[in-house]
């Protein structure tokens, strides 16, 4: 959650939808263990302000590595989770993790923050 969008707004709408309390869980830079992911241009703690300001968002708990965000999962305080559909195919962290999952529809709109990001760096290029 770097850079926030529609696609981000609908997503924690949606999530709402399924709970009383909507924890979200926030990588402080996901390039540090996958390289292909971009770097956030935010701060940890701007995105955090951000997020904790939008009326569907409770809570927001931070994580460097994949091994905290595991130990998140697993802690037994959370109940289910929110996932795009598309990491249906099994490619996300904890696949293994018992928690039910609730598939987010992401065909419906067209948002991602590589798209936004991508097309600032053209707006600037030209």
Request: glycine fraction near 6%.
């Amino acid at each position: 959650f770097d850079i926030l969008h529609p696609g981000y707004i609908r997503m924690f709408k949606y999530a709402k939808n399924y709970c009383n309390h909507l924890t979200v869980a926030l990588h402080e830079d996901p390039n540090t263990e996958r390289d292909w992911k971009l770097k956030p241009v935010q701060s940890v703690e701007d995105r955090k302000e951000i997020l904790l300001s939008l009326k569907d968002v409770d809570e927001v708990v931070t994580y460097s590595h994949e091994d905290q965000y595991l130990a998140l999962l697993d802690s037994g305080e959370y109940h289910m989770r929110f996932l795009g559909d598309d990491y249906s195919d099994g490619s996300y962290t904890g696949v293994g993790i018992g928690l039910p999952i609730v598939w987010i529809p992401r065909s419906e709109h067209p948002y991602s923050t590589t798209r936004v990001k991508t097309l600032i760096y053209q707006s600037y290029k030209k």
